[in-house]
C-alpha cells in the first residue's frame, strides 16, 4: 500500500522534483522514527501515508491561493490526499486520521498523538536543512518541537 502512495505522489507532483525529494526525506525520517519508537502496525502506517502526503496541498495552494503558505497546504492537502487514496483500500478511521496530520501539520498546538509529533519531528529534520537554520535555531526548535528520543537523537547528531 505505502509503495502505491509513493508512487501515486511522484505522479501527482511530476516534474516538480524538488518537492518529490522532500517528501521521500519526510517518509524516510517518519517511517524510521515510528518504528524506532514502537508503533503499532496501524499507527506506522498512518505516519508512512501523511508523511508522504504531508504537503500534497501545496500545488493547490499556489493555485487558488497563489502562495504555498502552510495555512493554505493544510487547506487544501485533504481534498487532494482523498483524492489520491480514493483506490486504495484505507480504512475509514486510517484516512480520517491521515487527513487530520495533512490538515493541520503546520499547526504545532493541534499535536495529539504520537503519530502527528513523528510527521512534525521528521519535517522538521528535512527542514532545518533545507532552510539552513543557524545552530541556535535548531537548540530552540529541539526545545519547543522535538518530543520523541528518537527524533531529538536524529536532529542532535545531524545539526547540534
Known amino acids: 500500500m505505502v509503495s502505491t502512495v509513493?508512487?501515486?505522489?511522484?505522479?501527482?507532483?511530476?516534474?516538480?522534483?524538488?518537492?518529490?525529494?522532500?517528501?521521500?526525506?519526510?517518509?524516510?525520517?517518519?517511517?524510521?522514527?515510528?518504528?524506532?519508537?514502537?508503533?503499532?502496525?496501524?499507527?506506522i502506517l498512518i505516519v508512512d501515508i501523511a508523511s508522504i502526503l504531508h504537503d500534497i496541498g501545496i500545488k493547490e495552494a499556489e493555485r487558488k491561493h497563489n502562495s504555498s503558505n502552510g495555512k493554505y497546504q493544510e487547506i487544501e492537502g485533504p481534498p487532494v490526499a482523498r483524492e489520491l487514496l480514493a483506490d486504495i483500500d484505507v480504512k475509514d478511521e486510517i484516512l480520517e486520521r491521515i487527513c487530520y496530520?495533512?490538515?493541520?501539520?503546520?499547526?504545532y498546538q493541534k499535536i495529539d498523538g504520537l503519530d502527528f509529533q513523528i510527521l512534525v519531528e521528521a519535517d522538521f529534520l528535512v527542514n532545518v536543512f533545507d532552510d539552513e537554520l543557524s545552530k541556535q535555531s535548531v537548540e530552540s526548535?529541539?526545545?519547543?518541537?522535538?518530543?520523541?528520543?528518537t527524533g531529538r537523537k536524529l536532529l542532535e547528531s545531524m545539526y547540534l
Request: aromatic share 12%; net charge positive; proline share 0%.
Open 101 to 107: 496530520l495533512i490538515g493541520n501539520h503546520h499547526s
Open 6 to 43: 509513493l508512487k501515486k505522489m511522484i505522479v501527482y507532483y511530476g516534474d516538480d522534483v524538488k518537492r518529490i525529494n522532500h517528501a521521500l526525506k519526510v517518509y524516510g525520517f517518519a517511517s524510521c522514527i515510528a518504528r524506532q519508537d514502537k508503533l503499532s502496525e496501524e499507527e
Open 141 to 149: 526548535v529541539k526545545e519547543k518541537y522535538f518530543k520523541t528520543e
